[in-house]
């Protein structure tokens, strides 16, 4: 009698991991690749469909972790539609980035760290986001913002809510 084994990861995920897998003649080459799929699907990086992954890859799951832990792309626990990743950095700083956060608190009532409650927005401090010619920036899922203000900040949310239909 086997043991029943439940999968997260999609068939779309388990094929693109095993044509990953053959690619590479050292596969810990693939980490940041796996962490890619895992989010494509999920939205964050899912610890059970991680180590599912892991398990495919032939990998320790811990370089898997090692390299999530790292890179800011990839959150841990459930994100809104759009995260936004404010820099925190000493060039960010010292053009306004802490007045830009408390302001996004205040907009979209939610704590560092929250999630709204239409699951519209998250919001997180991260250290640099390689862009101090034109801080205050922050990035929102793969984009990014430069040169921000108060002004600049609200109509990127507003342009972000009218593109998802809740205007």
């Known amino acids: 009698m086997g043991t029943t084994v439940n999968k997260l990861l999609s068939e779309k995920s388990i094929k693109e991991l095993n044509r990953l897998k053959g690619l590479y003649p050292v596969r810990k080459s693939v980490v ?95 250290e640099c986001l390689g862009s101090c010619g034109t801080a205050p920036m922050m990035q929102i899922n793969d984009t990014y913002y430069e040169n921000l203000t108060r002004a600049r900040v609200e109509q990127i949310l507003d342009d972000l809510r009218s593109k998802s239909g809740n205007g």
């Not at 989010?39 to 992954?53: N, R, S, V």
């Not at 809104?80 to 608190?105: D, M, N, P, W």
């Open 32 to 126: 940041l690749m796996v962490l890619h799929v895992i989010y494509d699907q999920f939205g964050y990086i899912q610890p059970e469909a991680l180590k599912e992954a892991a398990g495919i890859m032939e990998i320790p799951l811990i370089d898997f972790h090692q390299a999530a832990s790292f890179y800011t792309m990839f959150p841990r626990e459930a994100v809104g539609k759009y995260h936004i990743q404010v820099c925190r950095t000493l060039s960010c700083e010292l053009r306004g980035s802490q007045e830009l956060v408390a302001f996004l608190k205040e907009k979209l009532e939610i704590d560092m760290g929250g999630i709204t409650s239409d699951s519209m927005f998250s919001l997180t401090e991260v």
